[in-house]
């Protein structure tokens, strides 16, 4: 049976990873297009696409947020919140695609707007992943009992994940070796320091 608070965790540290790459490729632009840049930009924000918000988000909406809810109604408020930040995260990441459709054929005169959107939107679900983590994996699971812990993990199930599942999407597969050589070079900067 999965353990649907590591999953969610996991899924949680995996987005983290995508971010990283949003951030480190689009944060800071150069002056002059580049169609590699794009390329690294289209795959992440579509990997968000298709896994976090087709599967991640919408099953905590389903199912972890309903069975906190009926266990936990002290964490109602949060839960709210947690709420609308999905609805306002799918309605950013639609309009981010649609940026860098235009940034593709106007690079100088989009290229600022999009930096300071994709930023914005990075720091929104950073911040959204760590109240999850810290205001509702974290006291569910100090708080539940096995039996309720069991049944969440029962509902839970497994997701396939296109990028970090058993089986690579061939078209992520540019996108693998930007995150690998990232967390490569982050890991010799944290040795160093
Ligand atoms: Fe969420
Ligand atoms: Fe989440």
């Known amino acids: 049976?999965?353990?649907?608070?590591?999953?969610?965790?996991?899924?949680?540290l995996n987005l983290d990873k995508v971010l990283s790459v949003l951030l480190e490729v689009g944060g800071n632009l150069p002056e002059k297009k580049s169609t590699s840049k794009l390329t690294v930009l289209r795959d992440a924000l579509y990997y968000i696409e298709v896994f976090p918000e087709r599967f991640h988000h919408p099953k905590e909406e389903s199912i972890l947020f309903p069975f906190v809810r009926k266990h936990r109604p002290d964490l109602g408020q949060i839960l709210d919140e947690l709420h609308q930040q999905h609805e306002d995260g799918s309605k950013v990441i639609g309009a981010l695609a649609a940026r860098l459709k235009d940034l593709e054929n106007d690079w100088t005169s989009n290229r600022v707007a999009f930096e300071s959107e994709l930023q914005a939107y990075i720091e929104a679900q950073r911040q959204h992943m760590s109240l999850e983590e810290r205001e509702i994996l974290k006291p569910i699971k100090q708080s539940l009992s096995r039996i309720d812990i069991k049944s969440i993990n029962s509902a839970y199930g497994v997701s396939v994940d296109p990028l970090f599942g058993d089986n690579l999407s061939t078209g992520f597969n540019a996108l693998l070796n930007r995150i690998t050589r990232l967390g490569e070079r982050e890991s010799v900067t944290n040795k160093s320091t």
Do not use: S, T
């Open 1 to 12: 049976m999965v353990d649907a608070i590591e999953l969610i965790h996991q899924d949680h």
